[in-house]
């Protein structure tokens, strides 16, 4: 589920979301505090209906406060966002890695830097620039 009042509670004020490799130059590579998280969030929400992401391995690291996701996501675009109906060119599947890092007291997430599936990464983020074009008052 796509809700930023799910996922915000769950963050440190302190919040830092990095995404890696920088040579895919994405539109944010860096999100600071939940507020700016939140709104992310929000945005996919408005092409996606889901966005699920599935761990298919973890490394947990109690001594610094992290766990290491490995993990696999498929889109799921709002029917009336899309530009045609072709479901083929509109699927999404993405692999990543998540670098999870706690505050002190392994309460709240203080820390995210994602490597992202670079190839399907640039599918994503066209797909998502066409999508945004049919939601009215986005820009």
């Known amino acids: 589920m796509l809700d930023p009042d799910i996922i915000t509670p769950s963050l440190s004020e302190n919040y830092r979301h990095e995404f890696a490799p920088a040579s895919l130059d994405p539109p944010l590579a860096r999100i600071d505090g939940p507020e700016?998280?939140?709104a992310r969030i929000k945005f996919i929400g408005a092409v996606m209906s889901s966005f699920p992401i599935r761990a298919k391995q973890t490394w947990p690291n109690p001594s610094l406060k992290q766990v290491v996701i490995w993990a696999e996501s498929e889109s799921m675009f709002h029917p009336h966002v899309r530009d045609n109906d072709d479901e083929e060119e509109w699927k999404y599947k993405g692999e990543y890695i998540y670098v999870i890092t706690m505050d002190q007291n392994c309460e709240k997430i203080e820390h995210v830097l994602?490597?992202?599936?670079?190839?399907?990464?640039?599918?994503?983020?066209?797909?998502v620039a066409r999508a945004s074009i049919n939601i009215p008052g986005l820009f």
Do not use: W
């Open 36 to 38: 700016a998280f939140a």
């Open 114 to 127: 994602e490597f992202v599936d670079s190839k399907a990464t640039q599918k994503l983020l066209g797909l």
